[in-house]
């Protein structure tokens, strides 16, 4: 009788941790959604104590670290869950951001590319491809840049801002037909895409296409960029 009172006692004390585990987690991910961020990580913290195995709260306490600034501590968590969890691509994803901002972009683009091995297409891959297509361009490495986003508009031919990277960067190689082409497919997808008529007007000038490119332009500052109004009193304002 008195083991079954012991292990009665223990079955009771794990449903409780459990109970008291799944309450936290609800608790953190409703206040990771006010961007209650310090009240999410405390009840986030509670979870990985009682359930150290629990690897979406080792993922939402490195988000919860990373909103507050604290990269080291939120690459910690994210070391943690990918050592569970290998092949998670949101973990992936979130630690080349993290190594990203500490200046390792070897070490993120090594977390990125395991993300496009793990899945040939869908939207973690869609993401790893702009990330690293947006990496190249500051790196100025255009070729791996061009590279990057051509298998990107491959997989997500509907996504107008793929379009409109690739047409940046194309802009940049002063391949200007194949640029303006994919520019005005992003417009016309996404008519609110204040940066591809800015880069619009860049090449349009280029092409002594003035109206098009003051055009170009006004749509940029409507849309909200105020970025373009030197290049408007530069060569619209006359």
């Given amino acids: 009788m008195r083991t079954l009172s012991i292990l009665s006692s223990l079955a009771i004390s794990f449903t409780l941790m459990a109970q008291s585990a799944d309450e936290a987690m609800i608790a953190g991910l409703t206040?990771?959604?006010?961007?209650?961020h310090?009240?999410?990580?405390?009840?986030?913290?509670?979870?990985v104590v009682e359930e150290p195995t629990n690897s979406k709260a080792w993922y939402y306490r490195a988000v919860t670290k990373l909103s507050q600034g604290d990269n080291a501590g939120a690459l910690q968590?994210?070391?943690?869950?990918?050592a569970m969890e290998p092949a998670d691509v949101h973990g992936l994803i979130r630690r080349a951001e993290v190594n990203r901002a500490m200046g390792k972009s070897t070490?993120?683009?090594?977390?990125?590319?395991?993300?496009?091995?793990l899945h040939p297409n869908g939207p973690a891959t869609e993401h790893a491809l702009f990330e690293l297509g947006r990496m190249a361009m500051e790196e100025n490495d255009l070729p791996a840049a061009l590279s990057h986003y051509d298998r990107l508009v491959n997989i997500a031919s509907y996504?107008?801002?793929?379009?409109c990277?690739?047409?940046i960067a194309l802009s940049v190689v002063r391949d200007d037909d194949r640029a303006i082409a994919d520019l005005e497919k992003a417009v016309e997808m996404d008519p609110t895409l204040d940066k591809a008529y800015a880069a619009?007007?860049?090449?349009?000038?280029r092409q002594d296409r003035k109206q098009d490119g003051c055009y170009a332009l006004q749509q940029a500052h409507d849309l909200g960029d105020r970025s373009v109004?030197?290049?408007?009193?530069?060569h619209c304002d006359r």
């Avoid at 996504?159 to 379009?163: F, K, L, V």
């Avoid at 619009?200 to 000038?205: D, E, M, N, T, W």
């Fill in 229 to 234: 109004e030197e290049l408007m009193m530069l």
């Fill in 77 to 82: 968590d994210l070391d943690q869950l990918l």
């Fill in 165 to 167: 990277d690739r047409g």
């Fill in 200 to 205: 619009l007007a860049v090449i349009y000038f």
């Fill in 38 to 47: 310090k009240t999410a990580q405390t009840e986030f913290d509670k979870v």
């Fill in 107 to 117: 070490v993120a683009k090594h977390d990125l590319y395991r993300v496009i091995g």
């Fill in 31 to 36: 206040a990771l959604k006010k961007e209650d």
């Fill in 159 to 163: 996504n107008a801002m793929a379009w």
